[in-house]
């Protein structure tokens, strides 16, 4: 039994289950599928969170029906060909111990007809908030072909060797379509009173129950919307969830936040408070005398965990993108040891973030992720033959190739030229609400002190000193810089920015780095539409500056729109004061002010200003290589010091090549 979270690791009886802890690693859609059909990928990122110690793993959604898929790595739906597939999945994670439960869901009105080819099916024939399409109102005879594709996916998930199944009623998709009035505006015998509006549920669990027996676990997962009155209430979620639970109809209930309504909740960033689903999770466990209740959405730690299950708030944890960053969280939390975990930043860039661009997910700080059978997981093969590295530069590819090459048995140096390790990735943890970033960083010091990596701080390396160092490999991370001269892309005819010598004019990095002390009135340049440009913007307008942010783009936080953080944060700028100007650029700085360009109407206009900081692309810092392979010598470039790049493909290439040494 754990020390420091006791509840959590109490085991806890599910229907026929005894679970080993109250972890769950919850449902999402890890778009893996391969043909329709789980393959390696997919089998070797489950059962990796089964290994690393969850008690239950609910197994990303299949759609029940044509009209239900969403991503073109969906899994088939409605075809017993699956069935073979999914006894991998199911074998691979019982064989570390977890319970296997399927998700079975239906989107209802918000479908993406470019990946169905279906119409999409809903109670009322409501617009998709998924894309632009309307929806088709169901007939009686489609709305039965619908329960019978959830009881029918039951069946399949049973004979593939699923321990239960968790049908899917949050976000205000199908199911909770028909409870919600504001979209279910039937006047048949589906629609209108609340017998009515949950008979299709009632209908879907309890021919579950008949087609798969009394030892088959069954979930239903809600989700919480308070910001908009078309949802439904706390207490009216609560209502009906009673009402299935006085009949019997569910074992669990797992409590979410969100909707298609407002997106930004399903997943929510930094920007949001933690332990978003505990307030759902405590109403509902207060109305239900025979479910147990998950709560899930944001818990990102054991320790959010244990808090939620001591205040009583729920019975089980769903943590998510925890396990997703580290899927040894469980063992680590049992073992006591939670600072050992490689802590989720929530930033949501691999995960939602490329799930949201349909690829298969991965993270940000563990690129492991989605790669377990090819990597062998997050663990690692000791190396046949230990060698001596040098690895140059401590940001994140720098971090992350020490680590994973002291992991293996090599001795590794890690040089880094200033006083402190992380690179510009330090600098990021100091905008507003990332600290988690920081946080990462103490990870990283605190597992290279205890694989005794030789970190030589202040130490600038040039190639005469390769020798001195008396290394088998050489792993350079240098780095980069900003561009000095000012160049933007959306002026690729102008190589200088015109005026940028009369002074004022700033990196994001020199702001964030507090070498400069910007003015009160402050033009932020992002060309990036990230959180380098959008973050700085935040920092500069909560410290008091008048900050007009400019951007080629048509929207502020163009690239935040794939990680569901785009619209709070523009909130947040208009909370603090700032504004915007779109689809411009600087044409000059003046000193005073800077001339920008209209892309539309090639209009100008001049904006006073005292600062003008520049989000614009980096350049690699890449002298270094480029002297060492004048003189023929052996190294490996990753990370920004090969090309600038965002975080996530400078941990990628650390882990990448400390393994191939």
């Given at each position: 039994m754990?020390?420091?979270?006791?509840?959590?690791?109490?085991?806890?009886?599910?229907?026929?289950?005894?679970?080993?802890n109250r972890i769950v690693f919850g449902a999402h859609t890890a778009n893996m599928a391969e043909n329709g059909f789980p393959g390696?990928?997919?089998?070797?990122?489950?059962?990796?969170?089964?290994?690393?110690?969850?008690?239950?793993?609910?197994?990303?959604?299949?759609?029940?029906?044509?009209?239900?898929?969403?991503?073109?790595?969906?899994?088939?739906?409605?075809?017993?060909?699956?069935?073979?597939?999914?006894?991998?999945?199911?074998?691979?994670?019982?064989a570390h111990g977890a319970v296997a439960i399927q998700q079975l869901y239906h989107i209802g009105a918000h479908g993406d007809s470019d990946n169905s080819y279906h119409a999409h099916w809903s109670p009322s024939g409501l617009p998709s908030y998924h894309d632009s399409d309307g929806s088709h109102e169901m007939s009686e005879a489609q709305i039965w072909e619908t329960i019978d594709g959830f009881v029918q996916a039951a069946r399949r998930a049973k004979e593939a060797g699923f321990d239960g199944v968790e049908v899917w009623a949050a976000y205000i998709g199908m199911v909770d379509q028909f409870w919600t009035p504001w979209c279910n505006r039937r006047e048949d015998d589906w629609g209108g009173s609340l017998e009515n509006r949950t008979r299709l549920s009632r209908e879907i669990l309890t021919r579950t129950r008949e087609i798969c027996g009394t030892d088959f676990i069954i979930g239903l997962a809600i989700s919480?919307?308070?910001?908009?009155?078309?949802?439904?209430?706390?207490?009216?979620?609560?209502?009906?969830?009673?009402?299935?639970?006085?009949?019997?109809?569910?074992?669990?209930?797992?409590?979410?936040?969100?909707s298609y309504v407002d997106f930004y909740k399903i997943m929510p960033t930094f920007l949001y408070s933690e332990k978003l689903g505990a307030d759902l999770a405590s109403t509902i466990r207060g109305v239900v005398k025979h479910a147990l209740v998950t709560a899930e959405s944001h818990i990102r730690t054991p320790a959010n965990a244990e808090s939620v299950l001591s205040e009583g708030?729920?019975?089980?944890?769903?943590?998510?993108?925890?396990?997703?960053?580290?899927?040894?969280?469980?063992?680590?939390?049992?073992?006591?040891?939670?600072?050992?975990?490689?802590?989720?930043?929530?930033?949501?860039?691999?995960?939602?973030?490329?799930?949201?661009?349909?690829y298969w997910i991965s993270c940000l700080i563990n690129p492991s992720a989605g790669r377990e059978f090819e990597w062998g997981g997050d663990r690692f093969t000791p190396a046949q033959e230990p060698k001596c590295v040098l690895v140059v530069g401590g940001g994140p590819a720098g971090l992350e190739a020490a680590r994973v090459a002291a992991e293996r048995g090599h001795r590794v140096i890690l040089a880094e030229a200033s006083a402190r390790l992380g690179g510009n990735f330090l600098l990021a943890g100091q905008q507003p609400r990332r600290a988690q970033i920081l946080d990462l960083i103490e990870w990283y010091e605190r597992q290279l002190q205890k694989l005794q990596v030789e970190v030589r701080l202040g130490t600038y390396v040039e190639a005469d000193d390769?020798?001195?160092?008396?290394?088998?490999?050489?792993?350079?991370?240098?780095?980069?810089?900003?561009?000095?001269?000012?160049?933007?892309?959306?002026?690729?005819?102008?190589?200088?920015?015109?005026?940028?010598?009369?002074?004022?004019?700033?990196?994001?990095?020199?702001?964030?780095?507090?070498q400069a002390q910007p003015g009160q009135r402050v033009l932020v340049l992002d060309e990036a539409g990230g959180w380098r440009g959008c973050g700085t913007a935040w920092k500069l307008a909560a410290e008091g500056c008048d900050v007009t942010v400019l951007s080629p783009d048509p929207l502020i936080g163009k690239e935040l729109q794939r990680t569901a953080a785009d619209g709070p944060l523009r909130r947040k700028l208009k909370e603090l004061g700032a504004h915007w100007r779109t689809e411009?650029?600087?044409?000059?700085?003046?000193?005073?002010?800077?001339?920008?360009?209209?892309?539309n109407t090639a209009s100008r206009e001049f904006i006073a200003a005292d600062t003008l900081v520049m989000a614009t692309t980096n350049r690699a810092m890449n002298w270094l290589a480029r002297d060492l392979e004048s003189r023929g010598a052996s190294f490996v470039e990753i990370g920004d010091g090969a090309a600038p790049r965002q975080a996530p493909y400078a941990f990628y290439e650390g882990r990448k090549a400390a393994l191939a040494i």
């Open positions: 754990s020390r420091l979270f006791p509840r959590l690791f109490e085991p806890v009886k599910l229907g026929h289950k005894v679970l080993r390696p990928r997919h089998i070797g990122y489950y059962a990796e969170r089964a290994m690393g110690g969850a008690g239950m793993i609910v197994v990303e959604p299949v759609p029940v029906h044509q009209a239900a898929v969403l991503t073109r790595g969906n899994f088939r739906p409605s075809d017993d060909a699956i069935i073979p597939h999914f006894r991998k999945v199911t074998d691979a994670i019982h919480d919307e308070p910001d908009h009155p078309v949802a439904l209430t706390r207490d009216e979620l609560a209502e009906i969830i009673q009402l299935h639970d006085d009949a019997r109809l569910m074992d669990y209930v797992t409590c979410g936040t969100g708030a729920a019975d089980m944890v769903s943590i998510v993108r925890g396990q997703i960053a580290d899927p040894h969280l469980a063992a680590k939390a049992a073992q006591d040891r939670p600072d050992d975990i490689r802590g989720c930043i929530s930033c949501n860039q691999m995960c939602w973030g490329r799930r949201s661009r349909d390769i020798p001195s160092f008396g290394v088998d490999q050489v792993i350079l991370a240098t780095g980069s810089l900003p561009d000095e001269a000012g160049f933007q892309k959306a002026l690729p005819d102008i190589p200088a920015l015109p005026g940028i010598e009369k002074g004022n004019v700033y990196s994001v990095e020199a702001i964030m780095a507090r411009v650029s600087v044409l000059e700085w003046h000193g005073d002010g800077a001339t920008i360009v209209d892309h």
